[in-house]
């Protein structure tokens, strides 16, 4: 059983991000979410990244991250790549 419900994680955690966008079927949607009531891990994951999406979303001119932050954070997730140039 163990293999099964790990089975589901790898599989919700592939059709993560279409979840976020709103992108899934409906009934692949409650599939997801059947899974999310029984798994605390999948639910801290799914979290996770919806905070992370939040930070790293384009800010308005009265809500800015500090770079520093920024950049701690994009290290953290192993994004440098992303990261703007410093100049």
Same mark, same amino acid.
């Given at each position: 059983? @163990?293999?099964? /419900?790990?089975?589901? +994680?790898?599989? /919700? ?10 992108? /899934?079927?409906?009934?692949?949607c ?5 899974h ?5 891990? +999948?639910?801290?994951?799914?979290? @996770? ?8 979303q ?5 809500? @800015? ?11 953290? /997730? ?10």
């Amino acid at each position: 059983m @163990t293999d099964h /419900l790990h089975e589901n +994680c790898q599989a /919700l955690l592939g059709s993560l991000s279409e979840y976020i966008d709103g992108e /899934l079927p409906a009934n692949l949607c409650e599939e997801i979410e059947k899974h999310l009531a029984g798994c605390e891990n +999948c639910r801290i994951v799914l979290n @996770t990244t919806k905070r992370t999406i939040d930070l790293v979303q384009i800010p308005s001119p009265q809500e @800015t991250v500090p770079q520093d932050v920024r950049d701690r954070l994009f290290k953290r /997730l192993n994004l440098e790549d992303y990261m703007t140039p410093k100049g």
